[in-house]
């Protein structure tokens, strides 16, 4: 048997003509376009053991666990995804230092994923921001015990603590964050978006030099997120990049997704993007 | 190629299954990969054999089912099948629709022994 996809002869039927649609015209090559693999009747003598169980269900506990401590902190996290290069950290640089003034009190911390190096982390703390790196090795993607692990080690959590764990009986006013945590996601707009890590909304951030189709090539992102940033903006007019069409790409996705334009380069845009966050709507 | 980190959520589910019943090996594991749940089923064979040996799932046969995705079109007010987040409603041509099942990963069951 293959083992590569289970297939019976490997010689005689290559994989690739097994499970994959070919484009006659173009040679394009689609995986995942085969026929359902439906199962066989067991053998004798064996106990069937029915579990039902959601594969990502473990994760998802987590995450509904970091989605009630955040709550209980009074934090707002949000999980930016987007491809590598897009400008997230220097989108959350930008960020920071708009916030320092004009919200100069408002707690906030990043948590920055990716595979090697403190890079990202150090440039956040260069800012005054307290980061935390987390990184994945091989790993293509945050998971919600990540986050648990270093929102813990974080000053946004010791600060909240000061103030008592758990608030008991306090019901926070969800209109307004009254802290931020950024959790920025490996680059890879694949994985991530499969991972709920307890934010309060992914946010998709795409630059305006990577083209504006990619709310079509990366559909399960762009339908997972609540709000689509297109970055770079001052770059437009030296591309042909066209805004109303990725909005329509992206709204074929997701018909509910939000979208702003930000330069992290400019700060155009910046006070919008800024509104938006501290204003999380459920 | 985060398939890989679902075989070892697979293998955690089953190796859980096995701490509560106490069985030695798998011979048979059936799972479910919705054709909208952002999995390459091709992607997670490879994955799950990676993972399996010296565990008791080392040798089960592994079938993956496939739902096709539906998705409910707001403009049509119907339930109607697409095959990927990108296709359009196949009765308007419009894309307000949103998914509503082929969504799902799931460890639906294992048939499993003592010797």
Sequence with gaps: MCVVCG????????????????????????????????????????????LEADVLGENNRIAATNRAHFASHGVTAYNLVSSPGSGKTTLLCATIEFLKQHAPNLPLAVIEGDQQTSNDADRIRATGASAIQ?????????????VADAFGRLDLHGHSHAHGHGHAGHAHDHH?????????????LV?????????????????VTEGEDKPLKYPDMFAAAKLMVLNKTDLLPYLDFDVPKCIEYARRVNPGIEVLLVSAKTGAGLDAWVEWLMHPQD | MHELSLAGGIVKLVEDAQARDHFKRVSHLRLEAGALAGVEVRALRFALDAVSPGTCLEGARIDIDEPAGTAWCMRCAASVSIASRTDPCPSCGGHQIQPTGGTELRVLDLLVHND
């Design chain 1, 176 to 188: 307004h964050a009254e802290s931020l945590l950024f959790i920025e996601n490996v680059g890879n």
């Design chain 1, 7 to 50: 297939c019976a002869n490997p010689t005689a039927t290559p994989p690739e003509q097994a499970h994959v649609a070919v484009n006659a015209s173009t040679g394009d090559l689609h995986y995942g376009a085969g026929a359902a693999r439906v199962s066989v009747p067991g053998m004798s003598q064996a106990r069937a053991i029915k």
């Design chain 1, 134 to 146: 987390v990184n994945t090795g091989k790993g293509c993607h945050l998971d919600a015990q990540m």
């Design chain 1, 191 to 207: 994985c991530p978006a499969m991972w709920d890590l307890g934010e309060a909304a992914k946010i998709a951030i795409l630059s």
